[in-house]
């Protein structure tokens, strides 16, 4: 490893360390992983001949510049999809549209409702994605838990609960859509040997949660339906909902339909949300017009929280050039042989790896080092491959910044990295190796 390449990973390793400090340095996470992306890259372009071998001299400035857009590309998929889930839901929440959820999932025993948003979040990531899944169920959890103490209980689970259940989905996470688009794994594989194993990974966190919740819940602040909203019938309100979570379990059919990638869907669906909300509003008058302006999607769209946005940019930037220096497929290749070739243990790291960097990259760069194999255990639903979907999905709960779910639950509820770590990481690496363990004894006795 040269050195400047240790002086970029050291400047990751210092920036990932303040994020982690945010609560001690006090220091917006987002202002860090920006600099951590700048400084990298920067790194990057002292001597980039010496990571291009083989590019004229005369040609290098342009190559750098088509990596660093084409690594911007795929980083800004992912950030249109993430405003246009969060503005969707924050529609559907604004004009009461969440009052329907939070009536169905109505209970008093703050345990049987950890129970219940456990499950709806682990089904609902198979079908949409564990960031989406994760607004959602936050936005819903606000309507019917009024202590925040109990909330991040709550936000921790359903982050755990959003990953396991897309990592036995075939469209539930990205890694497992990569996996899937280069014919690795199958849907029916996938559905039928992880199904168990991301079950136990978020049962066993539950049970051990459920006694940190004790009594009955308080109820939530302000009115059932937004004051403002009440200008809205019930079927409005329904209609919005509909749409919006509909809209939202339609983005994998569009993406499957069209070929476009899921935040073409995803603005789709905001588009047709705010067409209908400006019709329903078009017939308002007086003191119910001007209370539903704050409302509308245009001003909807200015409550973004960007310094999430930001931050994702900045993290997944920075990653993406510790791959291109070559150090994600370095220790790959490092794991493999320290392993001895065993599939439990290299998987089994790299999803603990996963809670630190960006899982993406990670799979990426397994699918590159390991090619397919026609029988075996890297043939087509291989255990390699099964397992790779489990553990770079289900790792990433380990650490709050290891998942996109973690980070948009950090983000709408301020958990901070040291809370988490101290309160819940420990219990998501139980439920980690607990979904291994049985994916272990179903490969070795049932399948």
């Known amino acids: 490893m040269s050195t400047l390449t240790i002086a970029i990973v050291v400047v990751f390793v210092i920036g990932y360390a303040c994020i982690a400090l945010e609560s001690v340095t006090k220091v917006n996470k987002a202002a860090v992983a920006l600099l951590m992306f700048v400084a990298c890259w920067a790194l990057y372009m002292v001597d980039p001949a010496s990571y291009l071998p083989g590019t004229a001299a005369a040609e290098i400035l342009g190559k750098v510049n088509s990596i660093i857009e084409a690594h911007l590309g795929s980083t800004s998929t992912t950030l249109f999809f993430l405003m246009g889930a969060m503005t969707i839901v924050e ?12 009536k169905a999932l109505h209970t008093e025993s703050k345990r049987a409702l950890l129970w219940k948003i456990s499950f709806m979040a682990f089904f609902l990531s198979a079908i949409l994605d564990n960031m989406t899944t994760t607004i959602v169920m936050i936005m819903v959890l606000r309507k019917l838990v009024a202590d925040h103490n109990d909330r991040l209980i709550y936000a921790s689970l359903v982050v755990i609960a959003a990953n396991a259940g897309g990592a036995f989905s075939p469209i539930g996470d990205v890694t497992t859509i990569m996996l ?17 194993p991301s079950v136990i990974a978020i049962v066993v966190p539950a049970i051990i949660l459920q006694f940190s919740l004790h009594g009955k ?3 939530a602040g302000g009115p ?14 329904k209609v919005i909902f509909f749409l919006g979570v509909g809209g939202l379990i339609f983005v994998p059919i569009f993406r499957y339909l069209t070929n476009l990638p899921p935040f073409v869907g995803i603005l789709l669906v905001l588009a047709l949300l705010w067409v209908t909300t400006e019709l329903f509003y078009r017939h308002l008058r007086g003191k119910e017009e001007k209370g539903s302006m704050n409302k509308r999607v ?10 999430t946005i930001l931050f994702f940019l900045g993290i997944l930037m920075a990653v993406s050039c510790l791959e291109e220096v070559g150090v994600l497929g370095a220790v790959g290749k490092w794991l493999n042989q320290v392993s001895g070739g065993n599939h439990y243990i ?5 999803g603990v790896i996963s809670s ?3 899982n993406v990259p990670l799979v990426a760069g397994c699918m590159g080092m390991y090619p397919l194999a026609a029988t075996g255990d890297f043939a087509v639903d291989g255990i390699f491959w099964q397992l790779l979907a489990y553990c770079a999905g289900v790792g990433g709960s380990m650490l709050i910044i290891g998942s996109a779910a973690g980070v948009v639950a950090m983000g709408l509820e301020k958990i901070s990295f040291g809370w988490y770590m101290k309160h819940i990481s420990w219990i998501a690496f139980l439920g980690y190796i607990a979904g291994i363990f049985s994916y272990f004894l179903l490969r070795t006795f049932i399948f």
């Not at 529609?91 to 939070?102: A, K, M, S, Y």
């Not at 245009?298 to 310094?307: A, E, T």
């Open 91 to 102: 529609i559907v929440d604004q004009n009461g549209g969440f009052n329907f959820v939070r």
């Open 180 to 196: 899937w688009n280069k014919s690795l794994i199958t849907s029916a594989g996938v559905i039928k040997e992880i199904f168990i």
């Open 217 to 219: 819940l308080a109820a």
């Open 224 to 237: 059932a339906v937004n004051s403002e909203s009440n200008a809205f019938t019930d079927r409005q309100r």
């Open 298 to 307: 245009s001003n909807v769209l200015s409550k973004i929280d960007m310094s």
């Open 346 to 350: 290299v998987t089994g790291t790299i």
């Open 356 to 358: 630190i960097v960006d």
